[in-house]
């Protein structure tokens, strides 16, 4: 900050203020293990062998993957210049475009659905405990049923998901420094699991050949296509979030190139490798047990060995909770915490978003491929594509690139519009969002599909990009008018 003055101290902070030129020491290779990290997780091979399960082939379930993470890291890049070039995050980019108070609204939509994704993080840590418990206590799998049958919830399973969700909520307490040689573990253990795992799929299976010869399930073009939209929607989604908050990480870039380059030289193609890896593994199952089991978990509690069982399940945990904690939990607690800095600190952000993981029942979303692509996926990409949208066209279009930054701390500044809040954002937000909702109320058969225009429940299967170009243009023709 250069003007004292202008500061308001409810829009600054020591967090949000601009990291200074000297401090900005992320180079290339930053970037490209950032995204090799970030990649290398359980739901990552969950989309790819989710792919293989709803009817595509090898090579069609990595192109698509390919494509959406080649299409998310155009807006990565474009939003990761702010934060590159002025050394702002991401809640304090968004003031320019939504205004000072407005920007809490982009912000709580990327923290909802960071939570979301905290939620299923949680139930696959949980999960590989229940796994790895009921190799030795067979009894864990007849536990008498105490949740109603619409929750879709067993009594074994839900128990060591609570027990992992209290272990989450102890290392909020604890404070996120106590994570960090959980994520060595991690660096080191996933990337060897996954080629372990490989090894197996190849021997098991009798060679790649076999492998790779599963027929896709679709019979006609017109099958695939139906398919493959949405696919690839739901692949761009898988990264929406970070397409927008990337400034809270390029904000310590030591230059555009290394920022621009990492991202591409790390994020499609580490997440094409490790998908490959699902894929494989996700097509050999089909040869070994005569059916496509997509959940790695489920796949790793076939293991004749309990020790193998007992230690790859405890690797899972471990692994899983330090990517729950480093991804899904700083990021809205802070955003949490942003709201009302003198009633919410971080660890009391943590908490509420453990509690609205719970809420979104994380075990229906990814209780089969289609639950996890098509109202997971999808849906939340619907509210994070506007977003995108008016992000780029408020910094390329209308501000050419050029921020003050002073004022973005300011409450009577330029960014201060009506109140804080920039009508026309609110505006082209909601433009961007409404035509999608038809779709998903019809996918969750919350209306019925003979109710609403085909094309218009279609529009839900191309969700982001529906979103990210309707605001886009929205936004831009208001702003230019204003």
Same mark, same amino acid.
């Given at each position: 900050?250069?003007?004292?003055?202008?500061?308001?101290?409810?829009?600054?902070?020591?967090?949000?203020?601009?990291?200074?030129?000297?401090?900005?020491?992320?180079?290339?290779?930053?970037?490209?293990?950032?995204?090799?990290?970030?990649?290398?997780?359980?739901?990552?091979?969950?989309?790819?062998?989710?792919?293989?399960?709803?009817?595509?082939?090898?090579?069609?379930?990595?192109?698509?993957?390919?494509?959406?993470?080649?299409? =998310?890291?155009?807006?990565?890049?474009?939003?990761?210049?702010?934060?590159?070039?002025?050394?702002?995050?991401?809640?304090?980019?968004? #003031?320019?475009?939504?205004?000072?108070?407005?920007?809490?609204?982009?912000?709580?939509?990327?923290?909802?659905?960071?939570?979301?994704?905290?939620?299923?993080?949680?139930?696959?840590?949980?999960?590989?405990?229940?796994?790895?418990? #009921?190799?030795?206590?067979?009894?864990?799998?007849?536990?008498?049923?105490?949740?109603?049958?619409?929750? *879709?919830?067993?009594?074994?399973?839900?128990?060591?998901?609570?027990?992992?969700?209290?272990?989450?909520?102890?290392?909020?307490?604890? *404070?996120?420094?106590?994570?960090?040689?959980?994520?060595?573990?991690?660096?080191?253990?996933?990337?060897?699991?996954?080629?372990?795992?490989?090894?197996?799929?190849?021997?098991?299976?009798?060679?790649?050949?076999?492998?790779?010869?599963?027929?896709?399930?679709?019979?006609?073009?017109?099958?695939?296509?139906?398919?493959?939209?949405?696919?690839?929607?739901?692949?761009? *989604?898988?990264?929406?979030?970070?397409?927008?908050?990337?400034?809270?990480?390029?904000?310590?870039?030591?230059?555009?190139?290394?920022?621009?380059?990492?991202?591409?030289?790390?994020?499609?193609?580490?997440?094409?490798?490790?998908?490959?890896?699902?894929?494989? =593994?996700?097509?050999?199952?089909?040869?070994?047990?005569?059916?496509?089991?997509?959940?790695?978990?489920?796949?790793?509690?076939?293991?004749?060995?309990?020790?193998?069982?007992?230690?790859?399940?405890?690797?899972?945990?471990?692994?899983?909770?330090?990517?729950?904690?480093?991804?899904?939990?700083?990021?809205?607690?802070?955003?949490?915490?942003?709201?009302?800095?003198?009633?919410?600190?971080? #660890?009391?952000?943590?908490?509420?978003?453990?509690?609205? *993981?719970?809420?979104?029942?994380?075990?229906?979303?990814?209780?089969?491929?289609?639950?996890?692509?098509?109202?997971?996926?999808?849906?939340?990409?619907?509210?994070?594509?506007?977003?995108?949208?008016?992000?780029?066209?408020?910094?390329?279009?209308?501000?050419?690139?050029?921020?003050?930054?002073?004022?973005?701390?300011?409450?009577?500044?330029?960014?201060?519009?009506?109140?804080?809040?920039?009508?026309?954002?609110?505006?082209?937000?909601?433009?961007?969002?409404?035509?999608?909702?038809?779709?998903?109320?019809?996918?969750?058969?919350?209306?019925?599909?003979?109710?609403?225009?085909?094309?218009?429940?279609?529009?839900?299967?191309?969700?982001?990009?529906?979103?990210?170009?309707?605001?886009?243009?929205?936004?831009?023709?208001?702003?230019?008018?204003?």
């Amino acid at each position: 900050m250069t003007d004292q003055s202008k500061k308001s101290s409810s829009l600054y902070s020591e967090d949000l203020a601009p990291v200074p030129p000297e401090k900005r020491t992320w180079n290339t290779w930053n970037y490209t293990a950032l995204w090799i990290s970030m990649s290398l997780c359980i739901p990552t091979y969950m989309l790819a062998s989710s792919l293989i399960e709803g009817g595509m082939n090898w090579w069609e379930a990595i192109l698509t993957i390919f494509i959406g993470n080649t299409i =998310v890291l155009l807006p990565m890049i474009l939003n990761g210049h702010a934060g590159a070039k002025y050394g702002i995050p991401f809640p304090v980019f968004a #003031r320019a475009s939504f205004g000072v108070r407005g920007a809490n609204i982009p912000a709580m939509l990327r923290a909802i659905v960071a939570c979301g994704w905290f939620g299923i993080q949680t139930w696959i840590g949980g999960f590989a405990l229940y796994q790895m418990f #009921r190799v030795w206590f067979p009894a864990l799998e007849n536990l008498p049923q105490i949740f109603p049958a619409s929750f *879709g919830l067993q009594t074994g399973p839900a128990i060591t998901f609570f027990l992992f969700w209290l272990l989450n909520m102890y290392v909020v307490y604890l *404070g996120v420094e106590s994570i960090k040689k959980l994520l060595v573990f991690k660096a080191f253990f996933l990337p060897l699991a996954a080629l372990a795992l490989l090894f197996w799929a190849i021997s098991a299976g009798h060679g790649l050949g076999p492998i790779l010869a599963q027929p896709s399930k679709f019979h006609t073009n017109a099958e695939f296509w139906n398919y493959f939209f949405p696919g690839l929607t739901g692949m761009v *989604g898988f990264w929406a979030t970070l397409s927008l908050n990337i400034p809270d990480f390029t904000r310590y870039a030591k230059s555009q190139r290394a920022q621009i380059t990492g991202q591409a030289i790390g994020l499609p193609p580490s997440m094409t490798l490790f998908s490959f890896i699902g894929v494989v =593994v996700t097509s050999a199952t089909f040869i070994i047990y005569g059916k496509t089991i997509w959940d790695p978990l489920v796949l790793a509690g076939k293991f004749e060995s309990k020790f193998l069982v007992s230690i790859a399940m405890i690797a899972v945990a471990i692994s899983t909770l330090a990517t729950n904690i480093a991804a899904n939990i700083v990021s809205p607690a802070n955003d949490f915490a942003n709201l009302s800095p003198s009633k919410i600190n971080f #660890r009391m952000g943590g908490y509420i978003t453990g509690i609205i *993981g719970i809420l979104i029942f994380p075990w229906k979303l990814i209780a089969d491929p289609n639950g996890y692509i098509f109202t997971w996926l999808i849906a939340y990409s619907s509210l994070l594509g506007p977003v995108g949208g008016i992000l780029i066209a408020d910094y390329y279009f209308i501000r050419k690139q050029k921020l003050d930054v002073d004022d973005l701390y300011s409450a009577t500044g330029q960014y201060s519009y009506g109140k804080g809040f920039n009508k026309f954002a609110m505006i082209a937000l909601l433009s961007g969002i409404l035509p999608n909702v038809p779709g998903f109320l019809t996918t969750i058969k919350v209306m019925d599909v003979g109710t609403v225009y085909p094309w218009i429940a279609h529009l839900y299967n191309y969700a982001w990009f529906t979103g990210f170009f309707v605001s886009f243009f929205v936004y831009y023709l208001s702003m230019r008018k204003k």
